[in-house]
């Protein structure tokens, strides 16, 4: 499995639509995590002032029809998933929870 962070308000997309966030139009790609460890980081590092909640999507690589490529960035290697995301590859929804300074505190279920 891989993760993404996504804002509350972006998900989920249109009935019938895949999920296209910003990146995908940028830079080509969605940008995720290999793990919870890699989630709670990229959190800390750019998703700081983010308003509102933030949810992480858990991804099954297996139900893409888009290309996943482990790339590294900042120091480690990240999947990069090449082309839009269908709403039936995520397979679980959970919310990463912060304090009131916005650092991570870890991920559980939303509410």
Do not use: K, N, Q
């Not at 989630?39 to 983010?50: E, P």
């Amino acid at each position: 499995m891989i993760f993404h962070l996504v804002p509350a308000a972006e998900w989920p997309p249109a009935p019938g639509a895949a999920y296209r966030p910003g990146s995908l139009a940028a830079e080509g790609f969605v940008h995720c995590s290999g793990d919870h460890a890699a989630v709670l980081a990229v959190a800390a590092a750019r998703y700081r002032d983010a308003p509102g909640p933030l949810l992480v999507l858990t991804i099954d690589p297996g139900r893409l029809a888009a290309e996943v490529r482990w790339e590294d960035a900042d120091g480690r290697s990240h999947p990069h998933v090449y082309g839009e995301v269908p709403a039936d590859a995520v397979v679980d929804v959970a919310e990463l929870r912060r304090d009131a300074d916005g650092r991570p505190l870890g991920i559980g279920r939303p509410g």
